[in-house]
């Protein structure tokens, strides 16, 4: 069972950036894989996606401001965050895009707060 690990979240004013890192356990790139994200109060959402030939996709919410990338070499998903809002405040999960299948990670809290 592939696990997923989220880091790089943290505390950061409005308008700030961050760069979320998703590494899997196993051989993910025949997966196309997903940021999701969990707000206090909220369902789970998705945030980004990219196919496994890169191509990304994004959420409205996000369009614009995220940018999502992945390493073909390694098992690593990154997710640039960018303009920072109060509204991005959440938990932030990767798996796979689509009906999402694999383990959930612990997710990485993300706070964008002055």
């Known amino acids: 069972q592939v696990r997923l690990v989220e880091s790089g979240g943290g505390l950061v004013q409005p308008g700030g950036s961050l760069k979320l890192t998703c590494r899997a356990s196993e051989n993910i790139l025949n997966e196309a894989m997903a940021w999701y994200r969990q707000a206090p109060g909220k369902q789970r959402e998705w945030v980004a996606a990219i196919s496994r030939g890169g191509s990304p996709n994004y959420a409205d919410s996000v369009k614009g401001r995220f940018i999502i990338s992945r390493d073909k070499t390694k098992d690593t998903v990154w997710l640039q965050m960018n303009s920072l809002k109060p509204e991005d405040t959440a938990v932030y999960y990767c798996?796979?895009?689509?009906?999402?299948?694999?383990?959930w990670g612990q997710g990485t809290q993300v706070t964008v707060s002055s």
């Open positions: 798996n796979n895009f689509g009906p999402p299948r694999l383990s």
